[in-house]
T-cell receptor, first 113, second 113 residues
Framework: DTEVTQTPKHLVMGMTNKKSLKCEQHMGHRAMYWYKQKAKKPPELMFVYSYEKLSINESVPSRFSPECPNSSLLNLHLHALQPEDSALYLC????????????FGPGTRLTVT | SQQGEEDPQALSIQEGENATMNCSYKTSINNLQWYRQNSGRGLVHLILIRSNEREKHSGRLRVTLDTSKKSSSLLITASRAADTASYFCATDAFRTNAGKSTFGDGTTLTVKP
């Protein structure tokens, strides 16, 4: 199984809602990542988990809260988002941190109204 | 600004032609990777080249790295309509946190049948 799955595929939420994005991999990878990608822009790194511990937080606002319950799962909890947070949220995993290739999920298209 | 910048921003060719994309970066790197992204989807890893390597091949793909010029190129030979996608370089800068890949702005390739 060389797949990273993400749910949901699409999410529309109001600015007062609380929602979560989920990511799962069963490749035995020990590093997992969240990226944010706006239209026609490159992915921007948000968080990196290495061996289930948060190793990189790219100064992301606290309305985004990551969680790694186990080595296969990665969540991104969303609360009080702003319309400018609308984007494609990509999850990725790799065997370890650099220099390993990252495997990306298909993404969650988030719209904040 | 972004660690990686790509050139050209957009490229349109006929099927069967070769496509060349360039990536420049600003600081010393440990390795450089190329990814492909079909419209609105997750990224697919193409090739990883380490800072001590000059050239790598994978099928119809050829990647070169010139650390003295801080640049890399991706050549796709005998292009196909299915190669239509955005292509990103990603760098792991020297002496940064492991797992922190910075993506270039990307080149949008259109291959006309």
């Amino acid at each position: 199984d060389t797949e990273v799955t993400q749910t949901p595929k699409h999410l529309v939420m109001g600015m007062t809602n609380k929602k979560s994005l989920k990511c799962e991999q069963h490749m035995g990878h020990r590093a997992m990542y969240w990226y944010k990608q706006k239209a026609k822009k490159p992915p921007e790194l948000m968080f990196v988990y290495s061996y289930e511990k948060l190793s990189i937080n790219e100064s992301v606002p606290s309305r985004f809260s990551p969680e790694c319950p186990n080595s296969s799962l990665l969540n991104l909890h969303l609360h009080a988002l702003q319309p400018e947070d609308s984007a494609l949220y990509l999850c990725a995993s790799s065997l370890g941190t650099a220099p390993y290739e990252q495997y990306f999920g298909p993404g969650t298209r988030l719209t904040v109204t | 600004s972004q660690q990686g910048e790509e050139d050209p921003q957009a490229l349109s060719i006929q099927e069967g032609e070769n496509a060349t994309m360039n990536c420049s970066y600003k600081t010393s790197i440990n390795n450089l990777q190329w990814y492909r992204q079909n419209s609105g989807r997750g990224l697919v890893h193409l090739i990883l080249i380490r800072s001590n390597e000059r050239e790598k091949h994978s099928g119809r793909l050829r990647v070169t790295l010139d650390t003295s010029k801080k640049s890399s190129s991706l050549l796709i030979t005998a292009s196909r309509a299915a190669d239509t996608a955005s292509y990103f370089c990603a760098t792991d800068a020297f002496r940064t946190n492991a797992g922190k890949s910075t993506f270039g702005d990307g080149t949008t390739l259109t291959v006309k049948p």
